[in-house]
């Protein structure tokens, strides 16, 4: 299995730039497409964008296009999201995810997907 912890949030100001970082340790079968979703007070979990192995990009609110950038290093199993630009409303529990290869899954080396536990960003306006 894996482990991912995610590191960087923090208050930031309107307008200012952080940087998440997500580390992935153990099983690397278990490591294939790896997203960001956030979760903002009362509301639910929502996906932020994903990146493939190849580094193929998909960004899934079209808020953040443009002001977030999702990157990763394979050699060192890291994840990465550069925000620029913040706003207020982009103040969430930001969390890392991987989905294996769907092989992995079924042959039972793997979860469906794992989770980190989160990391606070909060944005003052």
């Known amino acids: 299995h894996v482990r991912l912890v995610e590191s960087g949030g923090g208050l930031v100001q309107a307008g200012g730039s952080r940087r998440l970082v997500c580390v992935a340790s153990g099983d690397t079968d278990c490591i294939n497409v790896m997203g960001w979703y956030r979760q903002a007070p009362g509301k639910g979990r929502e996906l932020v964008a994903t990146?493939?192995?190849?580094?193929?990009?998909?960004y899934a609110d079209s808020s953040v296009k443009g002001r977030f950038t999702i990157s990763r290093d394979n050699a060192k199993n890291t994840l990465y999201l550069q925000m620029n630009s913040l706003k207020a409303e982009d103040t969430a529990v930001y969390y890392c995810?991987?989905?294996?290869?769907?092989?992995?899954?079924?042959?039972?080396?793997?979860?469906?997907?794992?989770w980190g536990q989160g990391t606070q960003v909060t944005v003052s306006s």
């Open positions: 990146i493939t192995t190849a580094g193929s990009t998909y």
């Open positions: 995810k991987s989905d294996p290869a769907y092989a992995a899954v079924v042959s039972g080396t793997c979860r469906s997907d794992y």
